[in-house]
Each structure stands twice: as structure tokens, then as C-alpha cells.
T-cell receptor, first 114, second 111 residues
């Protein structure tokens, strides 16, 4: 089955700097890669996703890149703000009906220092 | 829309006790999921459902049971609670594949 590894486990940046979180996956059939943000005491919320037919996707200060050959994808946050502080999870799925094959990384705790 | 709601928010159980974690969604989604989240770990799928009356096991189903009698509700039952079931439990729903919407979670402590 799918195995997703996420690095780093913790990341501390200064406000205004960029943050990059990387994930690798094992199942070559995976074609959907969402990123979730989890704030303290809340459930994960989808912030951006990418499908295998696209190499990069941007949404304001957030971007995700995908390298299918190398089986890795990354989250990039530019101009970080204190409210970006949270735990970020990557996930990978082959998009099968029922989506029971989605596997999550262990998470990255991002701290943005004012 | 309230989205996905879960009750209770927090519960302490004694070893051997049973309880039901409630999950309701008002988005008319067919797909619903139960995950557990242990410290420093990603989300692990316990059970999922593709529609009313249909449920199936995920990665870590032992010690749990589910039912899906309506589209809206997907309760998770713990029988004979064990310390290993101490975790945060998240319910999620999706309209087809892929994008899942999560509830706020239930924190369970088994002592």
C-alpha cells in the first residue's frame, strides 16, 4: 500500500521568510496530493491540492509542486505570517472510489516567529 | 451549513468501558471516514463508508465498529476500551473522491 513520508517534522521561520515542506510517496498509482492545515484544537482543513497531470499549482502565497518521476511533492509558503503557524499534513491517493486509500504524512509543525 | 460535527469534544473512559463517538454531516456527502490521530503521527483510517448501509475496514479497525443507517450519520463504537485507544478521533466526509472535509475531533483518554 501507499506510504507517505514528510519532512521536516518541525520548522521554524521568521515572519516574511519562506517555508518549504517536502513529502515522498511510494505508490506510483497515486494521482491526487492534497495538503491540509491543522490549527490547535481543530480538524485538518484542505488548503491546496494537486493532481498528477499538473506540475505546479499556486494560490496566493501557497504553492505546491509535484515531481511524479521522483515521487515527491512539496508545499511552499511565501511571505509567512504568524497565522500560518500550524501543523501541515500532506497526503497521497490513487483516487479510487471511496478514497479509502488516502495516506497521510506524519505532519510538520510550522512556527512563524513575529 | 455546519459541515461535519462531532460529539463529544472530550471524554475520559475507564478500561473496559464502551462509548459511541457521534459524527454528523449536512453536506449530503456519500463518503464518510473515521480516522485516529496519535501524537507525532499522521491520520490513520479506522473505517469508512461509501453510502448508507455500506461500511468497510480501514488500516486500523480492531477494537472499533461502525454503522451507517443514514447519509448524515456515521457513529463509531468503541467496545471494551483499552489504553491503546487513547487518541484524537476525526470524522470526515467527501462528495465523491478525494477532497475530504474534517470535523473538529474528539479527544479520548482511556485510563
Amino acid at each position: 500500500g501507499e506510504n507517505v513520508e514528510q519532512h521536516p517534522s518541525t520548522l521554524s521561520v521568521q515572519e516574511g521568510d519562506s517555508a518549504v515542506i517536502k513529502c515522498t510517496y511510494s505508490d506510483s498509482a497515486s494521482n491526487y496530493f492534497p495538503w491540509y492545515k491543522q490549527e490547535l484544537g481543530k480538524g485538518p482543513q484542505l488548503i491546496i491540492d494537486i493532481r498528477s497531470n499538473v506540475g505546479e499549482k499556486k494560490d496566493q502565497r501557497i504553492a505546491v509542486t509535484l515531481n511524479k518521476t521522483a515521487k515527491h511533492f512539496s508545499l511552499h509558503i511565501t511571505e509567512t505570517q504568524p497565522e500560518d503557524s500550524a501543523v501541515y499534513f500532506c497526503a497521497a491517493s490513487a483516487g479510487r472510489a471511496g478514497n479509502n486509500d488516502m495516506r497521510f504524512g506524519a505532519g510538520t509543525r510550522l512556527t512563524v516567529k513575529p | 451549513n455546519a459541515g461535519v460535527t462531532q460529539t463529544p469534544k472530550f471524554r475520559i473512559l475507564k478500561i473496559g468501558q464502551s462509548m459511541t463517538l457521534q459524527c454528523t454531516q449536512d453536506m449530503n456527502h456519500n463518503y464518510m471516514y473515521w480516522y485516529r490521530q496519535d501524537p507525532g503521527m499522521g491520520l490513520k483510517l479506522i473505517y469508512y463508508s461509501v453510502g448508507a448501509g455500506i461500511t468497510d475496514k480501514g488500516e486500523v479497525p480492531n477494537g472499533y465498529n461502525v454503522s451507517r443507517s443514514t447519509t448524515e450519520d456515521f457513529p463509531l463504537r468503541l467496545e471494551l476500551a483499552a489504553p491503546s485507544q487513547t487518541s484524537v478521533y476525526f470524522c470526515a466526509s467527501a462528495d465523491y473522491v478525494e477532497t475530504q472535509y474534517f470535523g473538529p475531533g474528539t479527544r479520548l483518554l482511556v485510563l
